[in-house]
C-alpha cells in the first residue's frame, strides 16, 4: 500500500513537472481570461452565455484537478503544497469560486474570477521573479519616495508663494499646487502651465478656470528656472532612482534564484566534479573560438 502510493506521488510530480502539463495550465489560464472577458459584453452574452457559463466552470473545476494534483505528489505529505505562496495564492482563488455566494456577493465572484488571470505570475517564472524584484524593492522606493514628497512639498510651497496670484487655478492653494506638480512630474502637457506663469495668465490663459480673482503678473526667468529645474529634479533624476532601485532589486533577486537553483540541483545530482567542471570550461572555450574565427573570416571578406 506504501509502495503503491509513492509510485502514485511519484507519477503525479513527473505530470506536474512536465513541460506539457505548465503550457496546458497557461492554456486554461488564458481561456479563463478571455471567457471573463467576453463576460463583460451584455451582447455576447445573450448570445453565447449558454456556452461561456459551462465554460466557466469547467476552467475551475480543472484548476481544482491542478491543485489535487500537486497536493498528491507530495506524497503523504500534500500540506508541503502550502509551503509554496503561490500555490496557496492558487488554492484561494480556487475555494472562492467554489463558495456559494448569492447575487448579493455576485460583484466578489466577478472580482475573483478575473483574479485568475493573475494565475499567470505563478505559471510563468520570469513573472515571479518580476513580481520577487517589485516585493524586493518596496523597502528602498519607501525612501525614494520619501525624498520625491519632501521635493513636492517644497516646490508645491514656492509656487504657492510665487504662482497664487497670476493662476490660481493651478496654484492658488497647496493641494492645487502638489496636483499641478504630479502632472507636471508626468509630463502631461507641463509646459502649458509653465508658459501661463512665464507670459501671464492675460497673455496665455490657464486651462483651468477658477471663479478667485487673480492678478496677472508675467515671470518669465522665475518661471522658467522653477519649472526647468522642477523636471530636471523630478522626472529625469527622481523618477530614475526608482528605475535604478528595481534594477538593482533585480539583479539581486536574479541571483538568490540561480544560487536556489544551483543548490537544489545538487541536492538531485550531487556536486559537480573539478572533471565537470573542466569540460564545462573546455566546452565554453571552444565555443569562444568557434565564434572568434567565424568574426575573424568575416572581417576578412568585408575587408
Known amino acids: 500500500m506504501f509502495e503503491a502510493g509513492?509510485?502514485?506521488?511519484?507519477?503525479?510530480?513527473?505530470?506536474?513537472?512536465s513541460k506539457w502539463f505548465q503550457n496546458t495550465v497557461l492554456?486554461?489560464?488564458?481561456?479563463?481570461?478571455v471567457?471573463?472577458?467576453?463576460?463583460?459584453?451584455?451582447?455576447?452574452?445573450?448570445?453565447?452565455?449558454?456556452?461561456?457559463?459551462p465554460l466557466d466552470r469547467i476552467i475551475i473545476w480543472l484548476f481544482a484537478i491542478e491543485a489535487a494534483m500537486k497536493m498528491g505528489a507530495h506524497g503523504s505529505r500534500p500540506y508541503r503544497?502550502?509551503?509554496?505562496?503561490?500555490?496557496?495564492?492558487?488554492f484561494t482563488i480556487v475555494v472562492v469560486c467554489f463558495l456559494p455566494m448569492d447575487s448579493q456577493y455576485a460583484a466578489v465572484l466577478r472580482l475573483v474570477r478575473v483574479l485568475r488571470v493573475l494565475r499567470l505570475v505563478s505559471v510563468v517564472p520570469r513573472l515571479q521573479l518580476l513580481v520577487a524584484t517589485?516585493?524586493?524593492?518596496?523597502?528602498s522606493m519607501l525612501y525614494v519616495g520619501l525624498l520625491l514628497m519632501v521635493l513636492f512639498y517644497i516646490?508645491?510651497?514656492?509656487?504657492?508663494?510665487?504662482?497664487?496670484?497670476?493662476?490660481?487655478?493651478?496654484?492658488?492653494r497647496l493641494d492645487r499646487s502638489m496636483l499641478s506638480l504630479f502632472r507636471i512630474v508626468t509630463l502631461d502637457n507641463w509646459t502649458e502651465v509653465m508658459y501661463t506663469q512665464m507670459y501671464g495668465a492675460d497673455v496665455y490663459p490657464p486651462a483651468v478656470e477658477t471663479d478667485e480673482p487673480s492678478e496677472p503678473r508675467a515671470m518669465p526667468g522665475i518661471a522658467g528656472l522653477y519649472f526647468a529645474s522642477f523636471v530636471m529634479l523630478g522626472t529625469l533624476?527622481?523618477?530614475?532612482?526608482?528605475?535604478?532601485?528595481?534594477?538593482?532589486?533585480?539583479?539581486?533577486?536574479?541571483?538568490?534564484?540561480?544560487?536556489?537553483?544551483?543548490?537544489?540541483?545538487?541536492?538531485?545530482?550531487?556536486?559537480?566534479?573539478i572533471e565537470d567542471e573542466i569540460a564545462h570550461l573546455e566546452t565554453m572555450v571552444h565555443k569562444l573560438h568557434t565564434r572568434l574565427g567565424a568574426l575573424r573570416r568575416r572581417a576578412e571578406r568585408n575587408g
Open 81 to 90: 503544497y502550502f509551503a509554496n505562496p503561490w500555490n496557496l495564492f492558487d
Open 6 to 17: 509513492f509510485a502514485m506521488s511519484e507519477v503525479l510530480s513527473q505530470i506536474v513537472e
Open 237 to 273: 533624476i527622481m523618477l530614475n532612482l526608482f528605475i535604478g532601485v528595481i534594477l538593482q532589486s533585480m539583479q539581486e533577486a536574479q541571483a538568490e534564484r540561480e544560487k536556489a537553483d544551483r543548490a537544489r540541483h545538487i541536492a538531485e545530482f550531487g556536486e559537480a566534479t
Open 134 to 139: 517589485l516585493l524586493r524593492s518596496i523597502p
Open 27 to 33: 492554456a486554461v489560464i488564458l481561456l479563463a481570461g
Open 35 to 53: 471567457v471573463v472577458g467576453l463576460e463583460t459584453s451584455p451582447k455576447i452574452m445573450a448570445e453565447y452565455g449558454p456556452i461561456l457559463r
Open 155 to 172: 516646490y508645491a510651497v514656492m509656487g504657492v508663494f510665487l504662482f497664487a496670484e497670476n493662476d490660481p487655478g493651478h496654484f492658488g
